[in-house]
């Protein structure tokens, strides 16, 4: 895999980041303050705030990982050209854990030292294994993981909406489209864990609301071929389908859902779909998808979509995805929470945490809605994008409709929210 000289320069950089200790936010990355009487912490010296990326580069999300990981590094060259926060340039420190909690749980305490906080965590099995971690070290965290169960730690600042929410609005979009009507057999295929349970969640909900009868599939995140399952959803007499699995998952469902002639609508969140599929064998069955996600399609017509996609070609030779644009705008957030801190003059890990309860209108440039971090346990905006496969389209998906929130999805009340 290629790699532009844009992340190579922010790789060498975080290697160099110095973490010694001291009382002087010199070159330290230890708690003091600095002349102008900002206070600093681990991951803060004199000239840079070291971030953390935690990201899968060679497990089942591994593309995924790397459309966020390039969005964050794009951010963080235009939040450093636009003079970065407090005089400090931000560097990124990046390890990969394969999606493997176990391997997360040991690259954890090599990278916790040297940063302030992570703007990139990807992967529910491996947030889950360090919700207790972030609380105890008090370190702030963008997951690339959307449940509404990791609401009720106040460390983790998940910019968009939740999977739960995700799949009502996506339900509530294709019951408008006329592709699903009160009382209908559905099924949901999820994989054994929060990131499946979560999006089941959501159809649970939307199906207590609407009389559906839902169809439970639990499966690995490992396991390929779904034809077995599609098979029995037949004989089940099932109206659609709704997925929170891999891509690799969702190519064999559209396969299976062609092939058998079941050819139901298909409905899955940002995880689920990879431009990878348009070459696939399942390339022509993925006209029955339906992507919806807090984050917008690579493609978007929209101002700070087409200039994130103009940056990515000049810097980037792999083919995008949406995990671009969605890193971008975690760095946007991040962006907002450095400032909103060297406002208060805090740096600390504390600093942090204050500075993002005050971040009520985090704005984007709708690369995801504007976020609203003030509510405890509340997901910070119950909107997002719905899209469709489309080869011709850069990142592989087209929208079909902009940024909305069902009226089901205002009324649902997440698992922590206060």
Same mark, same amino acid.
């Given at each position: 895999m290629k790699r532009s000289p844009l992340a190579a320069s922010l790789t060498l950089a975080a290697l160099l980041a110095v973490t010694a200790c001291s009382t002087k936010a010199s070159d330290s990355g230890s708690s003091g303050s600095d002349n102008s009487g900002v206070k600093t912490d681990k991951g803060v010296t004199s000239s840079d705030i070291t971030l953390g990326v935690m990201t899968d580069k060679t497990g089942v999300f591994k593309n995924l990982g790397l459309g966020v990981t390039q969005g964050n590094e794009?951010?963080?060259?235009?939040? /450093?050209?636009?003079?970065?926060?407090?005089?400090?340039?931000?560097?990124?420190?990046?390890?990969? *854990?394969?999606?493997?909690?176990? !391997?997360?749980? $040991?690259?954890?305490?090599?990278? %916790?030292?040297?940063?302030?906080?992570?703007?990139?965590?990807l992967g529910s099995p491996v947030v889950a294994a360090l919700k207790q971690n972030l609380s105890s070290d008090k370190l702030t965290a963008a997951p690339a993981s959307w449940s509404s169960e990791l609401l009720d730690n106040p460390y983790v600042m998940i910019v968009g909406t939740t999977y739960d929410v995700e799949i009502i609005d996506g339900l509530s979009y294709l019951q408008e489209q006329g592709q699903l009507k009160d009382g209908d057999q559905i099924a949901h295929i999820y994989i054994d864990g929060e990131y499946g349970a979560n999006?089941?969640?959501?159809?649970?909900f939307y199906a207590e609301k609407h009389g559906l009868k839902v169809k439970e599939v639990k499966i690995t995140s490992t396991d390929a071929d779904l034809s077995n399952i599609v098979t029995g959803l037949k004989g089940d007499g099932v109206k659609l389908i709704v997925l929170t699995t891999t891509p690799t998952q969702t190519g064999s469902t559209l396969a299976s859902n062609k092939a058998l002639g079941l050819n139901v609508p298909v409905l899955g969140n940002n995880p689920t779909f990879d431009p990878a599929l348009l070459k696939s064998p399942a390339a022509a069955a993925l006209d029955k998808l339906t992507v919806v996600a807090s984050s917008v399609p690579f493609s978007a017509d929209i101002p700070k979509a087409k200039e994130v996609a103009t940056k990515y070609k000049a810097a980037y030779k792999e083919v995008p995805n949406g995990g671009t644009p969605y890193g971008y705008a975690v760095g946007e957030v991040w962006g907002s929470v450095l400032k909103k801190a060297c %406002?208060?003059?805090?740096?600390?890990?504390?600093?942090?945490?204050?500075?993002?309860?005050?971040?009520?209108?985090?704005? $984007?440039? /709708?690369?995801? !809605?504007?976020?609203?971090?003030?509510?405890?346990?509340?997901?910070? $905006?119950?909107?997002?994008?719905?899209?469709?496969?489309?080869?011709?389209? %850069?990142?592989?998906?087209?929208?079909?409709?902009?940024?909305?929130?069902?009226? %089901?999805?205002?009324?649902?009340?997440?698992? *922590?929210?206060?």
């Open positions: 794009l951010w963080a060259k235009d939040f /450093n050209d636009a003079g970065g926060a407090c005089g400090r340039k931000v560097k990124l420190e990046t390890v990969d *854990h394969g999606y493997k909690a176990d !391997a997360a749980k $040991t690259l954890y305490p090599q990278i %916790e030292p040297k940063v302030l906080g992570f703007v990139q965590l999006g089941l969640r959501g159809s649970r %406002e208060n003059k805090d740096l600390t890990r504390d600093g942090i945490q204050a500075a993002l309860k005050q971040t009520t209108s985090a704005d $984007t440039g /709708n690369l995801v !809605a504007p976020l609203d971090f003030s509510k405890p346990g509340a997901p910070a $905006t119950r909107q997002v994008y719905a899209a469709t496969p489309d080869a011709t389209a %850069e990142g592989g998906l087209r929208y079909v409709k902009q940024l909305f929130a069902a009226p %089901e999805a205002a009324t649902y009340v997440a698992p *922590h929210q206060k």
